[in-house]
């Protein structure tokens, strides 16, 4: 099943006219996830703190002659319950619609034992990672809840550890928080797809920061993992919700079979 889903490929135009929220889409696995909606059609909300890399994103796929993208500026760190109303507002407002929301931004800035860390840490760790995807979430599900075919999925983390600390109980707290939605949107009368992929180690800048005596070469890029979250995005899924796919460390010279390559 999990060779199947990291080979899947959409049909051309498979989520034309369908608006996907991304968070941490400016680089990374939320760069690459964004690119990948935009190139069989949707209009993605790239929301990011890093205005200047989520510009770089947005130019690339405009250049592709995908559909044009927005640019969400948002720091996940300070954002109030009513910062995430206004999101949710302005998205209806500018772009009439939400289909599906790809909840990948996260933050780890150090592995730290429990008993060194600060409370003020904990708390940062916490928000970014756990309760600011609550109020997003939040935000969003009216949105959600009116599109024919909406779909959730989380990016998963295995990181019930030592030292991964706050960061791994807040990815705890998020695999609960897709089980629970799952199991509330599992429903005929108002169903919306939840699932969420682990997939396993990747090369960002996240894991270089953590890891610096890795040679970043011998981790999969971004791009060849981005099959799974295509394919819970669109109607292929069709019924199946609260799943937690896990991958495990892939090739390096790993490559996505739909990945659009550069002319």
Known sequence: MQEDLLAYVPAEGALQGRVILVTGAAAGLGKAIAKACAQFGATVVMLDKDVRRAEASYDEIVAAGYPEPAIYPLDMQGATAQDYVDLANNIREQLGRMDGVVLNAAWLPAFTPLKLYDTETWSKMIMVNLHANFLLIRACLPLLEQAADAAI????????????????????????????????????????????????PIRTSMRTLNFPGENPDTVARPEALVGPFLFYLGTDAGQRTGEHLKLGKQPADSCWVGEATET
């Open 153 to 200: 999925v989380f990016a998963g983390h295995d990181s019930n550890k030592a030292y991964y600390g706050g960061f791994g109980v807040a990815k705890a707290g998020m695999e609960a928080l897709c089980d629970i939605l799952a199991a509330e949107y599992d429903n005929p009368q108002q169903f919306i797809r939840v699932n969420s992929v682990d997939t396993g």
